[in-house]
DNA sequence: ACTTACCCTTAATCTAGTTTAAGACTATTT
DNA sequence: AAATAGTCTTAAACTAGATTAAGGGTAAGT
């Protein structure tokens, strides 16, 4: 608990009545390895946010490959918000990839805290406004630059991510195969 | 000035007092086809809101090579949020694809509105999730579609913008070249 | 400690999409 | 009305990255 009020003061600190009123709406959950947060067909029906381990969020082509859209870990906020605000089932997956611990807040505590305290509206409108521009620079990235570069970038951009994850869920999150990720790491350890 | 108060109301409508504190701050503008909003090397200073025209939003690669990353027409929001809120220079482009009419809020008076009137604060909220729906559907279509898939899909999105914009403008939004987007074409009509 | 399942690598073959080049068409500007 | 600049198409040669296959390594769960 003492996490999500320390990230809430990144933004518009709380107040005593609004860390009362968040803190009160929180579910605290232990989520295994493996154990999906949300499934395909499933509705989305919480804001999560992560304190520790780490997520994936990932769609599945017809052929039935992966492709991971981002990560989640420690001190970060998932939902597909698309499924969340729209109330249409998801077309993503969110896994844990390490055992997980996180707060969840429902789509009508999300709305009770936006009507009672604008300040959660302010602080949400930047937390999107931050992950717009990630998925922004990411999308660019792909469009402009090569696996090679992409990998490198990442590199510089997740130190810490790049330990944890196996290099299958990276490959996945560049948009390319594992094979060709390894080859990409050879050239480079090569050098 | 009717079209942004109009859309407003899709979201929380606004009462007098907003509208006036809203329609006071914005300034209207025309610009030229051709004509830029932004630069790279730019700091962006407006949020855009677009009454007439169509604009497109891009990345240039080091080989010199454009990639469209969205288009705003009527109706529609268009702003580097990287740059106008972390205060960086911008590594994009805003063009003018056609003559168009704008209303701009500048950075100060987007904070004036939101600090004194909360309204904006949710509104925005809304809008920018929005866009971060799209942007997630894009990405993942991007990694899991063939392009002939993608163009089909925007077809069927955005039937009126196809009509208004050059292939080489929506290849490039696509990420592939005008020249396979011809071919995409040719093997669509000739069955 | 065992074992099962995932993970990483290498290498040969293959393919979706790029590059280069060239010609015809169609707007916009003067 | 001419001229210039952008647009669309076709086709041949090419390349970044996918696919398939196979072997060895490493971590998780029992």
Same mark, same amino acid.
């Given at each position: ?27 605290? @959950?232990?989520?295994? @390895? @493996? ?152 050239? @480079?350890?090569?050098?």
């Amino acid at each position: 608990m003492e996490n999500i009020v320390r990230h809430f003061d990144q933004y518009l600190s709380l107040n005593e009545e609004e860390r009362e009123a968040l803190t009160s709406r929180l579910t605290a @959950r232990k989520i295994k @390895r @493996r154990q999906f947060l949300l499934q395909e067909g499933d509705l989305c029906k919480h804001f999560t946010y992560v304190v520790e381990g780490c997520f994936k969020m990932y769609g599945v082509d017809k052929s039935g490959k992966e492709h991971n859209l981002l990560f989640a870990a420690e001190d970060d906020w998932i939902a597909d918000l698309d499924s969340l605000h729209k109330e249409r089932p998801s077309s993503l997956f969110i896994e844990a990839i390490e055992p997980c611990s996180v707060l969840q807040l429902s789509k009508g505590d999300l709305w009770y805290l936006y009507t009672n305290f604008p300040k959660f509206d302010r602080n949400f409108r930047v937390i999107v406004e931050d992950k717009y521009i990630e998925l922004q620079n990411r999308l660019l990235q792909t469009f402009s630059s090569t696996a090679y570069e992409r990998y490198a970038f990442f590199l510089a951009q997740y130190p810490q991510l790049s330990l944890r994850l196996p290099n299958t869920q990276i490959a996945s999150y560049l948009g390319i195969t594992p094979e060709f990720l390894s080859k990409i790491r050879n050239e @480079r350890t090569g050098k």
